[in-house]
């Protein structure tokens, strides 16, 4: 099923989050995102994915306090939820057993 | 820290994202979703501004703004508001209905102000609707072209022509492609038809074979396609050959014009009323053809471009542009062998005939389209007037319907739900007020076709089931543009404050916009009531003008063909008749007749105006001789050598040092090498309308005018008896003809005719604005003293007097009407002197006093309103208003 397993983009959003803490809101993610990966980072592609996983339950966000910046505007902030936690362990655990089974010399390279 | 970046940023007020775009994500994002998205957008927006400049960063806006719009973000139409406007549309109407019959007063005053000038909106509707759908009854309207001539002479001035050559005529239709069929008429065919004994005038034009294929007039008998084509055919109407023979059945009958022969060859159905062209028969283009009379300076002649008119049919193919530039370069190569001037063609859709610029040759009467422009402009100052009323009416009462707005809001209506629902009741008071305006229409229509008989001829302003479409669509419309914006002010009512104390709604926090609608309102009438006023005086002073002779008492009788001498015999002996003389034509009517004569060494020439009269026509008229003495009769058949000239003629060819009595006896010299001798100099007079300068003119003598004029001298009582008489005499001499005879101060009348319809139509529209801005005024004068019913009492008791409060209540109003004519006079006064009166050279100077008197009058009429008002008010007892708290 699609809805259980994460999108790469979606896995890296997600990580996001759980670096920022509790800074985790959509143009904090860009930037940090673009940061780590080096690649342009959309915000439009960004708030569609923290839409999708929010309706799937793995994330969840609220409105912070406002302030003079923005417009007045308040910031929607993102915190990962368990079952988020969960995906985020799932994947990083099949990823892991992976690496074990690859033979020492494949990943050698000269 | 990225995040600082952010939040660092400060708001440049000078630098906003753009507004629209702002708004258009406000009105599809989803409420919940919109918040943190305008932030994130506003503060890349910051981001943007200070890293690559303002106009990149509201670039980078709108795209994201449009970027946005997805599937998730938008939110889900509700279809609920628009189906609960229908829902609540009968309780609308029913509070509506109560409204008007709550307040009399107001509703009366709106719907008969939107009555009235709504009238006169259809009335224009009709009228137009009549003119777009001239020629519609032709099956290949849309790609028939008349084509038309522009002449331009060396001194840049020019004449447009419906008219053109019958060159121009056969060179399109032998070298332009693109063209279906090409049809050549002519006019000046007419005349005495001789039917057998009978002779019935009959009148019509030339028109060539393909005549059929161009126009859609159906033949009831013959072959269209060759009716025309033989010399000497003809056809006829079904009236005409009623009015000929007496019956439609005449194929192949003989009827004589002249000394040649015609045989109906068809019967064509009568002309539909919509037709820009009306005739009473068709003869074959071939019979002139035949003949090639010089009218116009030859048959042939590219220049020759008074007579025929040319009409042709695009084919499928053909592109108007195309054919335009091929016109263009036949005109080029032909103008090229042209020393003098140049003539241009163009091609003139058949639709736009009927309302067309000012062209001369027309084939038929056309209406003017600045004239159409003007009228238009009138009406819808008048409707707008009545849709001010409204206005100003509905939020000046807003008091009295704020609860009701705050109940409905609390209920649950949305704003969107206030603004319909008064919308809904601005149509329907427009609705009703059609209603009363129909048969207003129908009186008007009937005054509007009596005021200019040509347009009796042009229009029949039917009702028709497509009009009345068109005219409910118009009420409607009214309805809207007279609710908009009480409907607005309405729908941003604040509930709870209403609720909580009526008295917080502001209701007179629009006043400006209201004094500046009633301003506006008189300025409008005191401009419409100054202009008639104005063009009505300058109408009679053109009546009245010294026109350098006497026309008192001259009834001019056409002669149509007929030989004067025992007419004139006839007439003499008449006791009511004191003297007749015989002219050429009838000067200061309009009508021109020119030459070129030449005078002195080196040989100066010029054009003149020229009159051919007898010995008695200056005596008669009354001109003044400054010297010499009138003509000496002579028969027919003597040489002419004579001379009369005015003024002018000695200033232009300078002729004895502009010395009238040195100049007799100097010779001028006509064009076709004849020589006359100054006999006379009379003292200038208007040959022209006032509308032209006095320029030279000579008269020459003629002993008889059989294309021309008697003019008759009457000194009579009973003047019905004298008529009889002079009826009785021209039946003596002319059984065919009836007698056509005017009086010389009517005819003047009739030449400015055009202008007194002008005047008429202005004063009318101007009595409409003046009495739909009264009524206006007096609604809002009874509103407002009613509203400060208290305030007036409180004064009262503490010891003002009537007169002060009198003058305290009126003195706003007074104040606005004095505006309003500061703006009015001088912007009249302006229009008349410096555009309309230009047009006439010889003009009375505007006068104070009809500046003023409009303005006085609609000035006392608005002062005896307000008095009235607070008069009443003044004097209610303060005891009454106050005790009922």
């Known amino acids: 099923m699609k809805g259980t397993n994460l999108g790469e983009f979606e896995e890296l959003v997600l990580l996001t989050i759980a670096t920022l803490v509790n800074e985790a809101y959509s143009v904090a993610i860009c930037d940090e995102l673009e940061k780590h990966t080096g690649r342009v980072t959309k915000l439009g592609v960004v708030h569609a994915v923290l839409n999708r996983m929010e309706e799937k339950g793995l994330v969840k966000s609220e409105l912070g306090e406002a302030t003079r910046a923005r417009g007045g505007k308040r910031k929607r902030y993102y915190t990962v939820t368990n079952a988020g936690k969960a995906a985020l362990v799932k994947s990083k655990e099949i990823r892991d057993q992976l690496w074990q089974k690859i033979p020492q010399f494949v990943i050698k390279w000269t | ?885």
């Open chain 2, 1 to 885: 820290m990225d995040i600082k970046k952010g939040s660092e940023s400060h708001q440049l007020p000078a630098h906003r994202p753009p507004r629209w775009a702002e708004r258009l994500l406000a009105w599809y994002c989803k409420p919940e979703m919109l918040e943190d998205l305008q932030g994130d957008l506003n503060e890349y927006f910051d981001r943007n501004l200070k890293t690559r400049g303002a106009r990149y960063a509201r670039l980078i806006y709108i795209i994201d703004v449009l970027k946005f719009f997805r599937i998730y973000t938008v939110r889900k139409p509700n279809f609920l508001p628009p189906l609960t406007h229908w829902f609540m549309l009968d309780s609308y109407f029913k509070t509506s209905g109560r409204t008007l019959v709550r307040n009399k007063l107001f509703s009366a005053i709106n719907i008969i102000g939107l009555a009235i000038s709504m009238s006169v909106g259809l009335l224009m509707i009709a009228f137009l609707s009549e003119l777009f759908s001239y020629d519609h009854f032709h099956e290949k309207k849309d790609s028939i072209y008349r084509v038309i001539s522009t002449i331009q002479y060396q001194d840049q001035s020019f004449g447009n022509m419906a008219t053109t050559s019958v060159k121009a005529g056969e060179e399109i239709k032998e070298t332009i492609p693109g063209i279906e069929t090409l049809t050549i008429l002519r006019r000046g065919f007419g005349g005495d038809a001789r039917i057998g004994e009978s002779i019935v005038p009959l009148t019509g034009l030339y028109a060539d074979a393909s005549f059929f294929q161009v126009f859609t007039f159906p033949l009831l008998e013959g072959d269209p396609a060759t009716a025309l084509k033989e010399p000497n055919s003809l056809v006829l109407t079904e009236k005409s050959a009623h009015k000929l023979f007496g019956e439609t059945q005449v194929l192949g009958r003989l009827v004589v014009m002249d000394t040649i022969t015609y045989v109906v060859t068809g019967i064509m159905k009568d002309i539909p009323k919509l037709s820009h062209m009306r005739f009473e028969s068709l003869a074959s283009f071939a019979t002139v053809a035949l003949q090639q009379p010089d009218t116009d300076g030859g048959f042939l002649n590219w220049e020759s471009i008074y007579m025929n008119y040319v009409y042709l049919v695009l084919d499928e193919k053909g592109k108007r542009q195309v054919v335009q530039a091929n016109l263009d370069k036949l005109c080029a190569q032909q103008n090229a062998l042209l020393e003098q001037h140049h003539i241009h063609l163009s091609l003139q859709p058949l639709q736009k005939i009927a309302i067309s610029k000012k062209l001369g040759n027309q084939i038929g009467t056309v209406i003017n389209r600045i004239a159409i422009w003007i009228l238009l402009g009138l009406t819808g100052v008048v409707i707008l007037s009545a849709c001010f009323n409204y206005t100003n009416l509905s939020i000046a009462r807003s008091l009295r319907r704020s609860r009701e707005v705050g109940i409905r809001k609390i209920i649950g209506a949305l704003k969107g739900h206030v603004l319909g629902q008064f919308m809904a009741e601005s149509v329907f008071f427009s609705l009703l007020a059609f209603v009363f305006s129909l048969p207003i229409f129908l009186i008007l229509r009937h005054q509007f076709l009596a005021i200019a008989p040509p347009l009796n001829d042009q229009v029949a302003l039917q009702l028709n089931p497509q009009l009345i479409l068109y005219f409910i669509v118009f009420a409607v419309i009214v309805g809207i543009l007279a609710g908009l914006l009480p409907a607005l002010f309405f729908s941003r009512i604040n509930a709870i404050h209403v609720l909580k104390d009526a008295s917080s709604l502001r209701v007179f926090k629009h006043v400006t916009m209201r004094k500046i609608l009633i301003v506006v309102q008189y300025t409008f009438s005191l401009i419409f009531i100054t202009a008639t006023i104005i063009g009505y005086k300058q109408y009679k002073s053109f009546l009245t003008f010294d026109l350098g002779f006497s026309t008192e008492n001259i009834l001019n009788i056409r002669m149509q063909g007929n030989k004067s001498d025992l007419l004139v015999r006839k007439l003499s002996a008449l006791p009511a008749v004191t003297e007749v003389s015989r002219s050429r034509m009838i000067t200061s009517l309009g009508s021109l007749y020119g030459m070129q004569i030449k005078y002195g060494t080196p040989v100066d020439s010029a054009n003149v105006w020229l009159n051919f009269v007898d010995e008695h026509y200056l005596p008669l008229h009354k001109h003044q001789f400054l010297a010499g003495k009138n003509f000496s009769p002579k028969p027919a058949d003597a040489e002419e050598s004579e001379v009369i000239v005015n003024e002018q003629v000695l200033k232009r060819f300078n002729i004895a040092q502009h010395d009238p009595h040195k100049a007799l006896g100097e010779q001028i010299l006509l064009s076709e090498g004849k020589k006359l001798t100054i006999t006379g100099v009379v003292k200038d007079f208007h040959y022209g309308t006032v509308e032209d300068k006095i320029e030279p003119v000579i008269f020459r003598y003629s002993s008889d005018e059989p294309g021309g004029y008697l003019n008759v001298k009457i000194t009579s009582h009973d003047l019905a008896a004298s008529m009889a008489g002079i009826e009785q005499a021209w039946k003596e001499v002319d059984q065919v003809h009836p007698l056509d005879a005017a009086f010389y101060d009517d005819q003047i009348e009739q030449a400015y005719n055009q202008f007194i319809v002008m005047v008429k139509v202005i004063g009318f529209l101007a009595f409409l604005a003046v009495c739909i801005a009264s009524m206006g005024l007096f609604g809002m004068v009874v509103f407002t003293t009613e509203t400060r019913l208290k305030e007036i009492s409180i004064r009262k008791v503490l010891g003002a007097s009537e007169e002060n409060l009198i003058f305290l209540l009126s003195k706003g109003f007074l104040w606005l009407l004095c505006l309003s004519a500061l703006v009015a006079i001088p912007f009249t006064y302006l229009f008349f002197d410096q555009v309309v009166l230009t047009n006439f050279v010889y003009h009375q100077p505007i006068h104070i006093s009809e500046l003023l008197t409009g303005s006085l009058f609609v000035m006392i009429l608005a002062t005896l309103m307000i008095g009235s008002q607070t008069w009443k008010v003044a004097r209610s007892n303060p005891a009454e208003v106050l005790k009922n708290e």
